[in-house]
Each structure stands twice: as C-alpha cells, then as structure tokens.
C-alpha cells in the first residue's frame, strides 16, 4: 500500500515512461528495480537494500522486458536506441530526471551513489509532501555500507 502511494506522488509529479517518453497513467502500480535483481546479486548487492523502495520506480511492462538483468550502462543505451524510441541522452536524461534518478551515477552504474542520492531526493519529496522537514526524526546516513550491520538499527529497507 505504501509503495502504491509512494509512486502516486511521483506520478502527480510528471514521471514519464522509458520507453514511450509519457505521463504513465496507472503504470504507477508496476514498481520495478532500476537496478535490476540480476545485476545487484552479480555486484554483492544486499536483497534488502536493492528490493528497498530507493532502488524502484514505475517502469512499463515493455521498458522492464527491455531492462533485463542488464547494468544501467547497458540498458539506457539498448532503450534510447529501440526503433520505437529513438531518444537522445539529453532526452533519456530528462525522463530519468522526472523519477528523481542522477543520470550520472546512474550512467556509471554506480550503486552506492545512486542510492544515497536518490534516497535524499525521495526523502525530500515526503518532507514536501508532509510539510516537515524530517522523517521519524532520523537524518538519513551519510555512509552506505554494502556490509551486514551489526544491528537492526543500520537498516536500509524502506
């Protein structure tokens, strides 16, 4: 439920499809990786921290098939090249853009980045939406450690 609701923002504000560069309509209901499954078991990604709600966002049935297990290095340039698609990086950027993902870090198939960034922008985006400036009271982690923690208290799930 919370994730439904959580992409329910995103798309009031303007996330567009992949693939067809398009409001999503009630794609919003499909959540997928963006950094897919196949590729965070390959990199020693924790399950809990890329099936986390950071690492998803409404993607169409079409793009996801697309994705694959595929590094976002990969996919982007596979995507922006489909004959039914044809977007510039420029233009694939802006769509990225619209769910709250740096294109850079996400470019460079840089995990741990992305993920921090991302979840900052995330958390800001509920902040806005709830008109406070903190969640729980707790500051999000300035550190992202690909490590088990030590306790319940360092968890990445969202």
């Not at 992949?18 to 924790?46: M, T």
């Not at 769509?95 to 740096?102: A, C, G, K, M, V």
């Not at 509920?126 to 982690?141: A, F, H, L, R």
Request: with cysteine.
């Amino acid at each position: 439920m919370f994730c439904g609701c959580f992409f329910f923002f995103q798309a009031e504000d303007g996330i567009r499809d992949l693939v067809r560069s398009r409001g999503l309509g009630d794609v919003y209901k499909r959540q997928h990786h963006i950094f897919p499954q196949a590729w965070c078991k390959d990199n020693s990604i924790e399950e809990r921290v890329y099936n986390a709600i950071v690492n998803k966002t409404p993607i169409s049935y079409k793009a996801n098939r697309m994705i694959g297990g595929k590094a976002p290095s990969e996919y982007l340039s596979k995507l922006q090249n489909h004959q039914s698609v044809q977007l510039s990086e420029l233009a694939m950027n802006d769509i990225l853009n619209t769910h709250l993902i740096n294109t850079d870090k996400l470019r460079n198939d840089n995990f741990i980045e992305f993920y921090q960034d991302r979840k900052e922008k995330l958390c800001q985006m509920i902040e806005d939406v709830m008109g406070k400036s903190q969640i729980n009271g707790e500051s999000i982690p300035n550190e992202y450690e690909l490590e088990e923690p030590d306790d319940e208290t360092n968890d990445f799930t969202d």
